[in-house]
């Protein structure tokens, strides 16, 4: 059922915005739009919002220099709203306010969501958590500001409106939007394409070393810690690395694993038209989307990439299964 933003506020005087670990476009668009909206309709309330580090290219987005890095434990605020955040340990240092909050909510369009929040919007077939934000928003009292945070948003989470999660609906929303007079060109320019050199130096390095596997249906590259040192290079110059793979002729899947610490692997999963990865990265823990998800995994790089592999052959032999009886 639809969210009522006029509803959740009422009696509140203290509200939190926090999105999930390593926020990406989608995560910083939407808390950005909403946060900014807050603050200029609802000026009594005291609104905070809560993200990891905003990577450099997002700093184009207003209000991103007063996002905080750091949540006081003690602190209680009278609404929580968890944005773009499947479960509540993906928020990360800011969980312990969800938790301390004298209510909660949540809107998100991760299809692996467990509607774990007070009051729930979760639409799984919406293309991203800013296309959500918008649709609970009076249109004629969006700022530019707040669109530019969510037309950035819905351009991300689309693969700038690419992605088979891109709908009419979609369109017509990032149409409202640029109405406000966003600078829309600029926006994906600065935040989806431009790379930094070390950024491009390490997609080169993941290319390289990538394998195809699986009778080629499969792509698989590793970076490594030493790789990231070498490049002096941070886990946030990882992005858009696995679309870049993903992207190969004739691959189904793109597997990219960055080594957090040895032994361990932040796996990222995206999938062309069958395979549903958001299945595979739930079994292993992890979650998200049909076509894009994501998981950690602990053992070898050998080790993941084998029980990986093992849940995609299972698809694979699904497919074959139901082609020939069709
Ligand atoms: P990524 O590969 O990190 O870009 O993530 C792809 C999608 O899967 C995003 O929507 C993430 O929010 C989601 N995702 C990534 N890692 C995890 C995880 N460990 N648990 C749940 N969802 C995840
Ligand atoms: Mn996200
Ligand atoms: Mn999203």
Redesign the pocket.
């Known amino acids: 059922m639809k969210m009522i933003l006029e509803d959740l506020l009422r009696g509140k005087h203290r509200v939190a915005l926090g999105g999930?670990v390593?926020p990406?476009g989608d995560c910083i668009g939407s808390c950005m739009g909403l946060y900014l909206y807050l603050k200029d309709q609802y000026p009594a309330v005291e609104t905070d919002v809560y993200l990891e580090t905003v990577p450099e290219a997002y700093r184009m987005i207003r209000g991103t220099d007063e996002v905080r890095n750091e949540a006081d434990q003690d602190d209680a605020y009278d609404l929580f709203i968890c944005l773009?955040?499947?479960?509540a340990e993906?928020l990360g240092f800011s969980k312990v306010l969800f938790e301390q909050a004298e209510e909660t909510a949540c809107i998100d369009h991760?299809i692996?969501n467990g509607a774990f929040a007070d009051h729930n919007y979760i639409v799984p077939d919406a293309s991203s958590t800013s296309e959500l934000i918008f649709t609970l928003l009076d249109e004629e009292k969006i700022s530019r500001s707040a669109a530019e945070a969510l037309y950035m948003g819905i351009a991300h989470d689309t693969g700038v409106f690419q992605y088979s999660c891109t709908s009419p609906e979609t369109m017509e929303i990032a149409a409202k939007l640029m109405r406000k007079g966003i600078d829309h060109s600029r926006i994906i320019d600065k935040t989806y394409y431009e790379k930094t050199y070390i950024q491009n130096q390490i997609l080169g390095r993941a290319l390289l070393e990538s394998m195809m596997i699986m009778d080629k249906r499969c792509i698989v590259s590793v970076i490594r810690q030493r790789s990231l040192e070498f490049f002096q290079a941070k886990p946030a110059d990882l992005?858009g690395i696995?679309s870049q793979l993903r992207q190969t002729k004739g691959v189904e899947v793109a597997i990219?694993l960055h080594e957090v610490s040895p032994q361990k692997f932040?796996v990222?999963?995206?999938s062309r038209d069958r395979v549903d990865v958001?299945e595979i990265?739930r079994y292993f823990?992890?979650?998200?989307?049909v076509r894009?998800?994501?998981?950690?995994m602990e053992g070898t790089s050998y080790d993941v990439i084998n029980n990986i592999t093992a849940r995609i052959a299972l698809q694979f032999k699904k497919f074959e299964e139901q082609d020939e009886e069709e």
């Open positions: 999930h390593r990406d773009d955040c499947g479960d993906r991760h692996s992005e696995v990219f932040k990222s999963l995206r958001s990265a823990g992890g979650g998200g989307h894009a998800a994501g998981v950690t």
